[in-house]
């Protein structure tokens, strides 16, 4: 059985197909001259996202959406550029970057690459995993703008929580080395009872400004429930995608609490961490 998880690409192609959606509503809404009632992008872009933040610097609004709350974790970040008129931008290139402060020391997070994924409305999307929550300081996320051959920087201050059942994990690695990690599920809010796409991206702290993505680990999963003692068949194990995500399948057979295990090894078949877990309640 091949791995079905969400990869880095399906995620991108997920939009696509909302927007897909969003563009054929529109052209159906568009020949309906008696309905008064006009279906927006926005308006559809809204029934699967939240507006978070939003920023007006001279002629250009910036607008950040995400369909959770910003979490310790694995987020996707989606954005929208909109001229004087309150009309989409499609031709501009832009660069995002998280900062966290706390008092007298800075740090970057994880972060993947901005991506227009929808060239119409011209919009972006860039996946961050937080590794703290805005009570251990301030998020903030600088946005540089490239349009009409001017830079337009914005500064976003963001709110980050901490979820019920963490959904990502930080540790050491076992080798003997000083290699910290930070492993993030991706999509657990989906999760739900049988086999469910499974996929969890992992990033390496190379200094406080440097979390780059591991590429060459061997991850192995076990679900298990304590309650009852019992663990799932029909698992895949998660294999190496692109930029750190790693998909496979976990099986749930039953509502309730479980604990989805990790066994991580390096290159060389070294256990770098056997003692990870993540909570899930179904």
């Not at 750190?244 to 256990?271: P, R, S």
């Amino acid at each position: 059985m091949a791995p079905c998880a969400l990869t880095h690409q399906k995620i991108i192609m997920k939009h696509i197909a909302i927007l897909g959606f969003a563009v054929g509503l529109l052209s159906l809404t568009a020949c309906k001259k008696e309905d008064p009632q006009v279906v927006t992008f926005e308006d559809v872009l809204l029934t699967h996202m939240d507006e978070i933040e939003s920023q007006s610097i001279g002629d250009y609004t910036l607008s950040i959406y995400s369909s959770n709350e910003l979490i310790v974790g694995y987020n996707e970040l989606n954005f929208l550029l909109k001229d004087a008129d309150g009309e989409f931008v499609t031709d501009y290139t832009m660069h995002a970057h998280p900062m966290m402060e706390m008092g007298m020391m800075m740090h970057t997070t994880p972060h993947g690459h901005t991506e227009m994924i929808e060239g119409e409305y011209g919009l972006y999307m860039t996946d961050y995993v937080f590794i703290m929550p805005s009570t251990a300081g301030t998020w903030s996320l600088e946005v540089t703008v490239e349009v009409d051959d001017e830079s337009v920087v914005y500064d976003f201050v963001l709110d980050v929580i901490e979820p019920e059942e963490a959904r990502m994990i930080s540790f050491m690695s076992k080798t003997g080395s000083e290699e910290k990690y930070f492993a993030a599920l991706v999509g657990a809010e989906n999760f739900g009872v049988g086999e469910n796409d499974f996929e969890i991206a992992i990033y390496q702290r190379e200094s406080m400004m440097s979390f780059p993505a591991v590429t060459d680990l061997t991850v192995e999963i076990e679900p298990w429930m304590p309650t009852m003692e019992h663990g799932s068949p029909n698992n895949v194990n998660p294999v190496h995608t692109m930029n750190g995500h790693y998909a496979g399948v976990a099986n749930f057979t039953m509502t309730g609490f479980w604990q989805l295990k990790l066994t991580i090894k390096n290159a060389d078949g070294e256990i770098v961490e056997e003692d990870l877990a993540f909570d899930i309640t179904l």
